[in-house]
C-alpha cells in the first residue's frame, strides 16, 4: 500500500519561495506517477503539477514557470519547488500517486487517484 507523507509548508511573503517533499513508500519505483495537487480555503482542488513514470513534468497554467516538481529516486523523495509565490497559491498542499493517472487534469481529480497524503498548508501574505 502507498503511503505518501508531506512536509515543508509553511508561511512566506509574497514573491517568496518554499520547498515541499513527500516522502513515499509501499511501491516500486517507476510503477507509479505523482503528482501535487492543492485545496484553497472555500475552493475546489487543482492540480498542480505532475511527473510520469518517465520523468517527464506537467504543469497546471497557473504555476508554469514558477513551479518545479521532481523526484529524487533515490531516496522515494517527491519535490516541489515553488518560487515566486503569491496570495492566490494559498491552499492545502497534498501529495498524490497513482499508476496510471499521469496527466495533470487527472490530479483535479484526486478522489480518483490511486493514493495522497495528509496535506501540508502552504501560506503566502502579501
Known amino acids: 500500500q502507498v503511503q505518501l507523507v508531506e512536509s515543508g509548508g509553511g508561511s512566506v511573503q509574497a514573491g517568496g519561495s518554499l520547498k515541499l517533499s513527500c516522502a513515499a513508500s509501499?511501491?516500486?519505483?517507476?510503477?507509479?506517477?505523482l503528482g501535487w495537487f492543492r485545496q484553497a480555503p472555500g475552493k475546489g482542488r487543482e492540480g498542480v503539477a505532475v511527473i510520469d513514470r518517465d520523468g517527464s513534468p506537467s504543469y497546471a497554467d497557473s504555476v508554469k514557470g514558477r513551479f518545479t516538481i521532481s523526484k529524487d529516486n533515490a531516496k522515494n523523495i517527491l519535490y516541489l519547488q515553488m518560487n515566486t509565490l503569491k496570495p492566490e497559491d494559498t491552499a492545502m498542499y497534498y501529495c498524490a500517486a497513482d499508476p496510471w493517472a499521469c496527466r495533470k487534469s487527472d490530479y483535479d481529480v484526486p478522489n480518483a487517484l490511486d493514493a495522497w497524503g495528509q496535506g501540508t498548508l502552504v501560506t503566502v501574505y502579501s
Open positions: 509501499g511501491y516500486t519505483d517507476g510503477s507509479y506517477c
